[in-house]
């Protein structure tokens, strides 16, 4: 495996790392059942995209992505500065959504900077983006 391939799986296990801690830090905050069940389908379809690039880097004996203490507590105290003031759904949504549209800008940073990572990491990083512009327009109806 190349270290382009390696970079890409990489972003694509941090990305949907934070994904789910953001959805893990918010869902605790919902109180509208539709919302809290889009959220869940969410988390789902990110742990298996992460742990379809989990198994490529291993079965190549890469290193994985290692999370960031800092980072985490630095999107969980956002995320609850944030809603100290304010926890409706609208609000709650415009947090995923941003947090999704920060998902694809890195991405589509990592791709363009990697454009030899060969076709399997470049087509489930472009899943993954695919899924995060469907989970923007999915969560626009709660705004």
Not at 27 to 44: H, M, T, V, W
Not at 69 to 82: C, E, G
């Amino acid at each position: 495996m190349t270290k382009q391939e390696v970079t890409v799986y990489k972003e694509i296990q941090k990305n949907t790392d934070m994904a789910l801690k953001a959805i893990e830090t918010i869902a605790g905050k919902a109180y509208d059942g539709e919302f809290s069940r889009r959220l869940s389908e969410q988390s789902i379809r990110f742990s298996e995209i992460r742990n379809e690039a989990s198994k490529q880097l291993m079965a190549a004996k890469a290193p994985m992505y290692q999370g960031n203490v800092l980072s985490d507590a630095k999107l969980k105290t956002n995320i609850h500065y944030n809603t100290m003031l304010n926890t409706s759904t609208g609000h709650l949504a415009e947090l995923m959504i941003r947090e999704n549209n920060n998902g694809i800008l890195e991405l589509e940073k990592v791709l363009k900077h990697n454009e030899n990572a060969g076709s399997l990491p470049v087509k489930l990083a472009r899943q993954l983006i695919s899924f995060e512009e469907t989970n923007v327009a999915s969560l626009k109806e709660f705004l």
